[in-house]
Each structure stands twice: as structure tokens, then as C-alpha cells.
């Protein structure tokens, strides 16, 4: 991890670039952004470990925790919502054992994603599994899915 800290470091000095270029860095490197390389970069640019955890946690785009071996992003935009994201969502937690905050299975096999919107209003509600669009989705048909990749 150290080496490649150090090369996202380098270009970051190189390129005189903010905290947001990095942590991008990072996360596109490992999937998300680990503690240490936190506080490796504080450590390194004399940047209070602050600073990047707030940077971190303001924007969505980062993740501070690794993301399952399966993805599935439910869209929870307006017309998916009045469709029933909310009952999708339900489902797949109560499938896949999440309670509270969090968002992946203890096991690391599969991480629930919820977002503003996918951008596919007229397939409401939207489901992505692994990257691969389920419109006009229901909670049974994604749960049975779900059942099957846990079997494989």
C-alpha cells in the first residue's frame, strides 16, 4: 500500500492539486479510501487528518469503507420513489442482513448503494446489479436474484 501511496503522493505534488484530486486518487486504487492512507497523507503534507475526513465525508463519491464483491445501487430519485425504491430498499436489507448504517454483508459478498438518481426515469424504479440495469424492478424478483448469486 506504502508504494502506492507514495506514487499517488508524487502526482499529487507534481500536479499541485487539492485534497479531493487525492482522495480520488485513492479510492480509484484500492475502491475506497483505507484509514491508513488517511493518515499516511496527513502525516506526509503536514495536513490535519480532519481536513481530508471532512472532505471525504461531504462528498458522496468517497467511500471509507471497502465496497462488496456485488454492487447493487438502487435509484431513489422521485419517480422511482413513488414507485416503490422505498419497498425495493426494505427488501434487498432485510435479504442481505443489513441493519442501521450499514451498507455492505458482513461477508463482504454484496454492497446496497442508494442514489439521487440513475437517470432512467421512464424504467422507475431502477436497479442496478453489478453495473447491469434492472427497470421496472420489484423487491421479489431482485430478492430471488440475490439468491442465486449467494448460491454461486
Do not use: W
Request: hydrophobic share 35%; with cysteine; glycine share 8%.
Amino acid at each position: 500500500m506504502k508504494k502506492k501511496l507514495d506514487q499517488i503522493l508524487k502526482k499529487y505534488h507534481k500536479r499541485n492539486e487539492n485534497i479531493i484530486f487525492l482522495l480520488q486518487e485513492v479510492q480509484e486504487s484500492f475502491g475506497y479510501i483505507p484509514r491508513e492512507a488517511i493518515d499516511y497523507f496527513a502525516r506526509k503534507l503536514q495536513i490535519a487528518p480532519s481536513k481530508f475526513y471532512g472532505v471525504a465525508t461531504f462528498y458522496a463519491q468517497f467511500r471509507l469503507t471497502p465496497m462488496g464483491k456485488n454492487n447493487i445501487t438502487v435509484c431513489c430519485g422521485t419517480a422511482c420513489h413513488v414507485r416503490g425504491a422505498e419497498r425495493i430498499i426494505s427488501g434487498l436489507r432485510r435479504e442481505l442482513g443489513l441493519d442501521g448504517e450499514n451498507d455492505t454483508t458482513e461477508d463482504g459478498e454484496f454492497t446496497l448503494e442508494e442514489v439521487a438518481c440513475l437517470g432512467t426515469c421512464s424504467f422507475a424504479p431502477v436497479v442496478l446489479v453489478n453495473g447491469d440495469v434492472r427497470g421496472r424492478a420489484n423487491a421479489d424478483r431482485l430478492v430471488k436474484e440475490i439468491r442465486k448469486m449467494k448460491k454461486k
